[in-house]
């Protein structure tokens, strides 16, 4: 019996892959430009892991040879010879987990990955720690899979060779020897599930399988009394998972369809979640491997759970981390125009104590989430967003909505206010601060009233009170610097490529007047990234770069001050507009047949316009471009739209009175 042991641990050694030359496991990586950096950020970070390169076009087993995990990335290019490739390796070696790494999430092309032989697909955002994980796992998996067949096969030729044995010997040998035979083999085959059962208690992960009665077998490993809290072996698979959000009705299902093999292997197992989380509150990952009978049938899932809590907990909590920092850096970039909107925020605020318009309130509180955005202050942001959710789904009174909005300015002044009060000292910024601080003054305007002091008479009055009320004026960057943020963040949620280029912000002028419209802006930022600049796919197909732009310009008209937002987009669709309109009852149809173009573009602007069918914190709300019109309005100003098909917008707004001076203090 000795001997059967020490042949057996050989065996296991042999079998779970026993590092050679102190590496954990062999990792062959064959690699385009996107996950090339992340894996030789892996290769540095984990030295224990031998990471060898191979080329798309290496001979299979010169690369093969020795790889416990073969790690590919999917080009977006050459994606479908990457496909054969999978495939090719899979045939060459049917055991080796294969790991796809790719930019292109296409839903299609990821289930194709699946179906040609892909163990896991992986996005190349993915974390130096996650992907750890992921190849630990996957390695373990492969492993006790092909052990345990292994095993079982060994045990299947035992019995085959002592039925045989027995079938020569029979005429020859008495009861009693066989009885004695039959012992002996009864001793090994326990020999053997003892050593199954210590491999599976060793595993960090619980490991359990499953039949085709959706019950779990006796064999499980010991994790699986700490993962779920008791013994779940021999226990029907719904009643021991304690699953939140109906997840294990839909495992139940799933893995009926697995079993039932009307669909594609790869796809069924594509739809079983990857994460669940507990009724307890636990964070587990799940992956799932297929036994096939001898008639290639599946007969057993294999299921490997992994307590993911803590790891996803210190995740979260760095990246809240990392989204405060970013806030803070944001908002220290941009001192000058954060104290601007404390100031809007204050004033708003007061405005929403006191205004018995329904339309003014949504307009604040839709202005105060894009501005709050703009500093990624997702505190306030995430707050008005489940404001006006709320407002919206109970329609309450007028008599209600305006008492619970003097209620929403308090509870989001507190909330500033507490921001301001932790981080004061880092922002030299109180929620107390006045609006202006500190006027910059250039060295002519200074000469000047010294001149005009000395030399002073009646005749010189108007011109000295022209100089003092230039020193008030600031440089027009103030107002637009954090718009480059706006884009960007905006672009980010939307999976877009979008560059803002801005003109004219070097004029200065009196920011008194042009500080709410220009925080109204956000809302013309939003609108354009959202609705004017199209998906990458399908610019690729309009023949246009990938990238979409925004131009803002500020020049000095005639009587004031023109702002021009364009962009290279799809612009707008009078038709959709109008259908819209129609569907909203905006406008009776009467009247909107009778509309022209220019009119039929300008009915964006009314309240409860979107032609986006979900609402996001970026749109579908119906407030942001009334709320432009309505700031464009108070200075007397007018919006007019050119927008061509296929091309882009341009929406100018003409504001009068407003004087611009440039960089030597002259007007514009």
């Given at each position: ?36 950096d ?5 290769r ?19 690369f093969?040879?020795g ?13 479908f010879?990457?496909l ?32 040609n032989?892909?163990?896991?697909y ?33 045990v ?27 012992r002996?083999f ?39 009394q ?7 072996s ?19 299902l ?8 009307f ?27 297929v ?20 790891h996803i ?58 501005n ?6 997702e ?16 329609q309450?009174?007028?008599?209600v909505?305006f ?54 008479d ?30 960007k ?16 912000d070097g ?26 600049i ?44 109008l259908?819209?309109a ?9 009247k ?17 316009f ?9 749109s ?16 007397d100003g007018?919006i ?7 091309k ?19 007007a514009?």
């Amino acid at each position: 019996m000795s001997d059967f042991t020490s042949a057996f641990d050989d065996d296991v050694l042999s079998l779970l892959g026993q590092p050679t030359g102190g590496h954990e496991m062999q990792v062959v990586a064959i690699l385009d430009r996107y996950a090339r950096d992340l894996i030789d950020y892996f290769r540095q970070q984990n030295p224990n892991i031998l990471v060898s390169s191979a080329h798309y076009g290496d001979d299979l087993k010169m690369f093969l040879e020795g790889a416990d995990i073969v790690v590919i990335e999917c080009r977006l290019m050459e994606g479908f010879q990457d496909l054969r490739l999978i495939n090719a390796i899979r045939q060459a070696r049917p055991l080796v987990p294969i790991v796809a790494i790719s930019a292109n999430l296409d839903h299609d092309f990821v289930l194709a990955a699946y179906e040609n032989g892909v163990y896991d697909y992986l996005s190349y955002e993915i974390s130096v720690e996650l992907l750890l994980a992921k190849l630990r796992t996957i390695k373990r998996v492969s492993e006790a899979a092909v052990f345990l067949e292994t095993k079982n096969q060994e045990v299947l030729d035992t019995m085959r060779s002592l039925r045989t044995s027995k079938e020569k010997l029979k005429s020859e040998i008495n009861s009693r020897i066989n009885a004695e035979t039959q012992r002996e083999f009864a001793e090994e085959l326990a020999a053997v599930n003892q050593q199954n059962k210590e491999i599976l208690d060793n595993l960090r992960e619980g490991f359990f399988i499953v039949g085709r009665n959706l019950r779990i077998h006796e064999s499980t490993s010991a994790s699986c009394q700490d993962i779920f809290g008791s013994d779940i072996s021999s226990q029907p698979l719904g009643q021991v998972l304690g699953l939140q959000d109906d997840k294990e009705g839909f495992i139940k299902l799933t893995l009926e369809q697995v079993f039932e093999d009307f669909m594609p292997q790869s796809v069924s197992l594509g739809m079983l979640p990857a994460r669940v989380r507990t009724q307890d509150g636990k964070i587990l990952d799940l992956k799932y491997t297929v036994i096939q009978d001898k008639a290639g049938k599946p007969d057993k899932v294999i299921v490997v759970a992994e307590d993911v809590t803590e790891h996803i907990k210190r995740q979260e909590q760095h990246e809240k981390q990392m989204q405060h920092v970013q806030c803070l850096f944001t908002i220290v970039q941009n001192i000058e125009s954060f104290k601007e909107f404390l100031y809007d925020f204050k004033r708003d605020l007061e405005s929403l104590r006191t205004t018995r318009q329904r339309e003014t309130a949504f307009r604040i509180l839709h202005t105060i989430k894009g501005n709050a955005g703009v500093y990624q202050l997702e505190f306030l942001s995430k707050r008005v967003h489940a404001i006006e959710t709320l407002v919206s789904e109970k329609q309450p009174n007028d008599s209600v909505l305006f008492s619970y909005m003097a209620k929403v300015a308090s509870d989001l002044e507190t909330k500033f206010r507490d921001f301001l009060a932790r981080n004061g000292s880092i922002l030299g910024v109180t929620y107390e601060d006045s609006k202006r601080e500190v006027y910059t003054v250039t060295a002519r305007q200074v000469f000047s009233l010294m001149s005009l002091a000395r030399d002073a008479d009646k005749g010189t009055k108007n011109r000295l009170i022209h100089e003092l009320e230039t020193l008030r004026y600031r440089p027009l960057r103030v107002l637009t610097s954090p718009l480059h943020h706006v884009v960007k963040r905006t672009a980010g949620k939307l999976d877009k490529k979008i560059k803002l280029s801005i003109t004219g912000d070097g004029y200065r002028a009196d920011l008194e007047a042009l500080t709410s419209l220009f925080s109204n802006l956000v809302h013309l930022i939003n609108n354009a990234c959202d609705h004017g600049i199209e998906e990458v796919s399908m610019r690729r197909k309009r023949k246009k770069p990938v990238t979409g732009h925004l131009t803002l310009d500020l020049v000095a008209g005639d009587h004031g001050l023109v702002i021009s937002l364009r962009d290279d987009g799809q612009g707008i669709d009078p038709k959709k507009i109008l259908a819209v309109a129609e569907r909203k009852q905006l406008l009776s149809k009467e009247k909107l047949s009778s509309l022209k173009r220019e009119e039929i573009l300008n009915l964006i602007f009314l309240d409860g316009f979107s032609t986006s069918d979900r609402v996001s914190d970026t749109s579908g709300r119906g407030v942001g471009m009334s709320a432009v019109k309505a700031e464009v309005e108070k200075l007397d100003g007018r919006i007019f739209i050119d927008t061509v098909e296929g091309k882009g917008t341009t929406f100018k707004l003409l504001i009068p009175g407003i004087v611009l001076l440039n960089e030597q203090g002259e007007a514009a």
